[in-house]
């Protein structure tokens, strides 16, 4: 006992003592960067009297940069090797085939221009589109409704009569009106002079001079045109008042004709032609002539093909024996 009782003494005294609380935690301080660190400089003693025996420490070599390592994509093995890069031509032509059909598309031209150019029937000899200058030589039968004055005394009073008409002509058609496709060229409008001489009943033969043109509406072989003609017309010969076949003279008159064609073959024209009347004081009376003229319809072509020419020769001579003017 005598043992234990100072222990337990030291145990009472500790418990009597009133507990101390714990300790308040102040809030942490952020920490601060630390500041670089400056390099030290080597120390400079004062100079002395006698030199430093320590030696100079050396300094520190620059410190080189490291050179960058290029790490490239990796390459995936199935991809598809890259196309070369288009290649523009150096010189014309500078739109491709592509362009060229959108620019026939906006402007309205061919698809596909011609490769070959198409040959013209009988050397251009017969009128084609194809053709640039042509000489050709065109027949002309018609049926003509006839009028002529009666005499110089009666104004008003007419003959009437149905006749024929024969015209042979001589056309010399340049073009003045082109048209161009691809590398070839077309003719759209022609015109040129013409001559020749026109025969009717009664041994009547006038010459004519004038112009003749054909507009053309397409360029295929057998393309439909526009015939259109103007002259001058004056007598050639005729019947004198005896009944006999003699020359004639008479004043300047005109004629015209319009003709719908197929190519250069022929053509269905109708047309007119006026005879201005001879009735001066100083010419006698024999060689006067009275206002006449015609309305004719018929057919124009070309000599080269034969109808035409058969067509006008047979019409003449039917015109010259069957029918009978009055007189």
């Not at 100072?6 to 145990?11: G, K, S, W």
């Not at 015939?227 to 103007?230: A, G, I, N, P, R």
């Given at each position: 006992m005598?043992?234990?009782?100072?222990?337990?003494?030291?145990?009472l005294v500790q418990l009597q003592q009133p507990a101390q609380p714990a300790p308040l935690q102040r809030p942490t301080q952020l920490q601060q960067p630390a500041e670089p660190v400056q390099p030290s400089q080597p120390s400079v003693e004062p100079v002395t009297g006698r030199p430093s025996s320590a030696p100079l420490a050396a300094e520190p070599a620059p410190l080189e940069p490291e050179p960058a390592t290029v790490v490239s994509a990796p390459v995936p093995e199935d991809s598809e090797p890259m196309a070369p890069p288009r290649v523009e031509p150096a010189g014309p032509p500078y739109y491709s085939a592509a362009d060229m059909q959108t620019f026939r598309g906006r402007q309205g031209l061919d698809p596909t221009p011609p490769t070959s150019e198409r040959r013209p029937m009988f050397r251009c000899w017969i009128a084609d589109p194809t053709c640039g200058l042509v000489v050709e030589i065109n027949a002309t039968s018609a049926y003509a409704y006839r009028a002529r004055q009666k005499d110089f005394n009666s104004a008003n009073e007419f003959n009437k009569w149905s006749s024929a008409r024969v015209q042979y002509d001589i056309w010399v058609s340049i073009p003045t009106m082109t048209e161009t496709r691809g590398k070839f060229r077309y003719t759209r409008l022609s015109l040129g002079p013409k001559g020749g001489v026109i025969a009717s009943d009664s041994k009547e033969i006038w010459g004519n001079v004038g112009i003749a043109g054909r507009y053309w509406f397409s360029r295929k072989r057998f393309a439909p045109s526009l015939?259109?003609?103007?002259a001058l017309v004056f007598k050639l010969a005729g019947t004198n008042r005896n009944g006999n076949f003699d020359n004639a003279r008479g004043p300047l008159g005109f004629t015209a004709d319009v003709g719908f064609g197929i190519g250069g073959f022929g053509s269905i024209v109708v047309g007119g032609q006026f005879d201005?009347?001879?009735a001066r004081e100083d010419i006698l009376p024999a060689e006067t002539s009275v206002v006449s003229g015609m309305f004719f319809v018929g057919f124009r072509g070309n000599i080269l093909w034969g109808l035409p020419a058969a067509a006008a020769v047979g019409t003449h001579a039917a015109a010259t024996r069957l029918i009978n003017p009055p007189k």
């Open positions: 005598s043992l234990l009782a100072p222990v337990l003494a030291a145990l015939e259109f003609t103007s201005s009347p001879l």
